[in-house]
């Protein structure tokens, strides 16, 4: 029987959100309410696909069209907001044998790609699976460029004396100052945001670089999203605050979104920042930190220390030769 592809509508937000659950490979980012927020900042048409095998559903993949001087382009995430990943994300594979599972889901990439085709005719289009999404090759198959990437998945489901001694010796020191009067950490709304993006906009800057991330689309995420959802952590040092970090919440992961830049006062404050937000989600129940990152080798060097596992996803590239500038400035200005 062949995959149905067809699309939901806003007014079915309800039943995307169940199939975004009951998917390993759904994330924070496949919330429908995310989704709305991304295209409003993307300057995109969202297409919310859905695979069908008869009444079952298969597989969720969204999809962004943004259209300039009459060309199109697809992105799964789009560029410019700073986001990790998103791309498809299959359902009821269960029961399903070797064979059977990827016939499947050869026939829902197959499918999502002609209805792209047919409905945008994009010329170039990117894609970043989640880092559940373990086989691209559907993708390369369709004469996709694959690329693999990393992040850090840190493991919070255990005890967290036995968490902090799996860190590195050179971070386990700073996690109990004997100065802790000096420093307070606390979680905060729209105002701690402003100061997280602007801190990291002043450091790039400095390095005689843009940040593109918008703070409207970081404060729209908090103000239009669940309690809960959007966390920005801020620091204070000897009463200044210091540092920040944002993180997002899905089900049962958090996700390193941005902050925690090099300070300016001589302080491991990010170090408590990160252990603050280990300890805050492992009290709600999280089990995975996503730190992100892992594919530069000066932020390595510092995530590392935290001694997590890493995660591999993939980059999914296809366009004509006469797209190559746009791949190219995406690359750029991601």
Known sequence: MSIDIDTLEPTEREQWDDYVEQSPMGTFFHRYDVLEVIERHASAELHPLVG???????????????????VSTAFSPPPGLGLPFLGPAHLNENKLKRRKLEQRRKRFVDGCLEWIDEVSG????RICTSVTYDDPRPFSWNDYDTRPLHTYLLDLDRDEEQLKRS??????????PDDSDRFSIEEGGTDAIGFIHEQIRSRYEAQGRR??????????????????RVRPYVADVDGERASGIIVFEGQSTIYYSEGGGKPDVEYPINDLLHWRIIRD?????????????ADSPRICEYKSKFNPDLGTYYELEN??????????LYQKYR
Do not use: C
């Not at 366009?319 to 190219?328: A, E, F, Q, W």
């Open 211 to 228: 940040y593109r991330v918008p703070l409207e689309f970081l404060t729209d995420l908090f103000e239009s999203l669940p309690d809960g």
């Open 122 to 125: 994009p010329r170039y289009t």
């Open 319 to 328: 366009g004509t030769p006469l797209m190559n500038v746009v791949s190219n």
């Open 52 to 70: 069908y095998k008869g009444q079952e559903p298969v597989g969720i993949f969204p999809v962004f069209e943004i259209r300039k001087g009459g």
């Open 281 to 293: 989600a492992k009290d709600r129940g999280v089990e995975t930190y996503d730190l992100h990152g």
């Open 167 to 176: 860190f590195s010796k050179s971070l386990r020191r700073y996690l109990d």
